[in-house]
C-alpha cells in the first residue's frame, strides 16, 4: 500500500540522548515535511523539504535537523533530547509542493522525553 | 497569513447530516481551501479541497460561497466512525516555502466531531 512509513512507533528517550525519528516514502512525492502535534497547540511544521538536497525551517525548527538525500527519506534527528520535545511526529510527504492534492501522513511517532 | 476560525467541538448522531463552517476572512486569491480528518493516533488524512463554488467527493461536500470567506464541510449520513477532529486549511501550497515567502499553513485546533449512537 502507498504511503508514508514511520519508526519508531513510539520511544521514550533519556533526555540528552541523541535519536533519528525515520520517515520513509513510496509516492516519489517531491516535498517532504516534519511536523509535531502537541494538545492544545495543534500541528506544527519542524522542517521541510521541497525535492531532494533541499532543506528549509518551518516554525519550530530548533533542536531538530533534517537531510533529504534520496526522494525518499527524510529522517528527523535531535541531537539532544529535550522533556519539551515530548510529543507526536508526523511525517508528510505532498507532489512538487503543491497543495493541489493535499498532503499523505504517516501514523506518527510518540516519543516521550524524561 | 490566512487564519481559519471553525468551532472547537460538534455533536452528532447516526445517519445525520453534520456541516462544519470554517471562516477564513483574509484568503487570498491562490488560496485553496483543503479539509483533513485525524482519527486519535493517526496522521492527518485528506479529505476534500476547493477554490470556489461546490465540490463533491465519496465522502464529503465542499461549499464555498462567492466571497470565499467561509466554507462548510457537509458530511451526509455520518456513523459512529466519523467521530474525529476535522482541520480546515487555507493556503497555497505552491508557494508556501520559497525562499524568503513567509506564507504557511496554519492548522489550528480543528473541530472535533462527536458521533454518538
Known amino acids: 500500500i502507498a504511503g508514508i512509513t514511520q519508526a519508531p512507533t513510539s520511544q521514550i528517550l533519556a533526555a540528552g540522548r541523541r535519536m533519528t525519528l525515520r520517515c520513509t516514502q513510496d509516492m516519489r512525492h517531491n516535498a517532504m515535511y516534519w511536523y509535531r502535534q502537541d494538545l492544545g497547540l495543534g500541528l506544527r511544521l519542524i522542517h521541510y523539504s521541497n525535492t531532494a538536497g533541499t532543506t528549509g525551517k518551518g516554525e519550530v525548527p530548533d533542536g531538530y535537523s533534517v537531510s533529504r538525500a534520496n526522494t525518499d527519506d527524510f529522517p528527523l534527528t535531535l541531537a539532544s533530547a529535550v522533556p519539551s520535545q515530548t510529543s507526536v511526529y508526523f511525517c508528510a510527504s505532498s507532489d512538487s509542493g503543491e497543495d493541489l492534492y493535499g498532503y499523505t501522513f504517516g501514523s506518527g511517532t510518540r516519543l516521550t522525553v524524561v | 497569513l490566512a487564519k481559519t476560525t471553525q468551532p472547537i467541538s460538534m455533536d452528532s448522531y447516526e445517519g445525520q447530516e453534520v456541516n462544519i463552517t470554517c471562516s477564513h476572512n483574509n484568503i487570498a486569491t491562490n488560496d485553496y481551501i483543503t479539509w483533513y480528518q485525524q482519527f486519535p493516533s493517526q496522521g492527518p488524512r485528506f479529505i476534500i479541497q476547493?477554490?470556489?463554488?461546490?465540490v463533491t467527493n465519496e465522502v464529503a461536500s465542499l461549499f464555498i460561497p462567492a466571497d470565499r470567506k467561509s466554507s462548510t464541510l457537509s458530511l451526509p449520513r455520518v456513523s459512529l466512525s466519523d467521530t474525529a477532529v476535522y482541520y480546515c486549511?487555507?493556503?497555497?501550497?505552491?508557494?508556501?516555502?520559497?525562499?524568503?515567502?513567509?506564507?504557511?499553513?496554519?492548522w489550528g485546533l480543528g473541530t472535533s466531531l462527536a458521533v454518538n449512537p
Open positions: 476547493g477554490y470556489k463554488t461546490k
Open positions: 486549511l487555507v493556503g497555497d501550497g505552491r508557494v508556501v516555502w520559497a525562499a524568503g515567502n513567509n506564507r504557511k499553513l496554519i
